[in-house]
């Protein structure tokens, strides 16, 4: 479970709850001292306890506190059962395999995406060196297998993994933004106000040879955008030796993220972990929280507007 913020740049604003906490008790200071004034002793007391007032002081703080967050962009993810995921086909192209290997992964690939159900929404990033987008997140099955087709490999051995996780979580964020475009501009009934976030699943394809690109940004670019990433590492050719090194590696971007990692020596383990990820029905479940918070805000200056209108009869 975590709180993400899509606009944290906000948060600056937490500096005005510290400055309006000490301009409450400069005040409460400022006005005991002028209680001695009263001849009346117990109106003096009685002034002093009102110009306290501790709840109207945390009432107003928790006020700020959920608006600074609704502007922020509040986002709750959790894990749970989902009816519904968005994948990321992320296919290494370099020169790390062999045409017959690359062959049979977009092989095995394309009857990934056949087996998906109707609606899934699939999208394709290519690396080695560079990263670059193939296609953007679609349900059209017959589109993003023609994507998969065209690619070829290039001739370069370099892999940035790092650069390719930001390329997909990219296509993620656009997705989800369209979305939240479209039911922002329709009329939400209230058990809608609540915009639910489509869990994301990165299928990372690479070879089991040494990475030498960095890999922890990427991980903490997955991680702050909820994307789960199960990587499937690739070793066919058995007349070259198989390295431990890489495999630690791919296992530790999937376990950082909440995926699993996939040792494959043959073209029918190739074939059951793209089934096992199809099949995947858990994922990191996402809620804009700025209408609830908004909601919060409302009902807290109702309690406030009681809490004055009982105390001296008046609303503020």
Do not use: C
Not at 46 to 70: D, G, P, Q
Not at 103 to 116: G, N, P
Request: aromatic share 8%; no cysteine.
């Amino acid at each position: 479970m975590a709180l993400i913020l899509s606009n944290p740049s906000y948060l600056w604003l937490l500096v005005i709850i510290s400055l309006f906490i000490f301009l409450h008790f400069f005040n409460v200071k400022k006005k005991s001292v002028q209680t001695i004034k009263f001849s009346n002793f117990d109106l003096a007391k009685n002034i002093s306890k009102s110009s306290k007032n501790y709840l109207k002081l945390i009432l107003r703080v928790l006020i700020l506190i959920l608006l600074i967050f609704a502007a922020a962009g509040s986002i709750y993810e959790y894990p749970g059962e989902a009816t519904n995921i968005n994948f990321v086909l992320t296919l290494d192209t370099s020169r790390t395999f062999t045409q017959d290997e690359f062959d049979i992964i977009k092989e095995s690939a394309r009857d990934f995406i056949q087996t998906l159900p109707q609606g899934i929404k699939v999208g394709l990033v290519s690396f080695s060196e560079k990263s670059r987008v193939e296609n953007k997140l679609t349900s059209n099955k017959e589109e993003i297998i023609t994507a998969l087709n065209n690619l070829q490999l290039i001739p370069q051995n370099e892999r940035n993994i790092e650069s390719s996780i930001a390329e997909s979580v990219q296509l993620f964020l656009e997705e989800e933004q369209r979305v939240i475009r479209t039911r922002r501009s329709t009329t939400l009934s209230p058990q809608k106000v609540i915009i639910t976030t489509v869990p994301k699943v990165i299928v990372l394809t690479t070879s089991q040879k040494p990475i030498e690109s960095p890999l922890e940004e990427g991980i903490e670019i997955a991680n702050s955008n909820g994307a789960a990433i199960y990587t499937i590492g690739v070793h066919l050719n058995k007349e070259e030796p198989l390295e431990k090194g890489p495999q630690e590696q791919l296992n530790n971007i999937a376990q950082s993220t909440g995926g699993e990692f996939f040792p494959i020596e043959s073209k029918t383990l190739l074939e059951q972990a793209y089934r096992k990820i199809a099949r995947i029905t858990s994922g990191k479940i996402a809620y804009e929280l700025r209408n609830p918070l908004l909601i919060l805000v409302l009902v807290l200056l109702v309690v406030e507007w009681i809490a004055e209108y009982i105390r001296f009869g008046t609303i503020p």
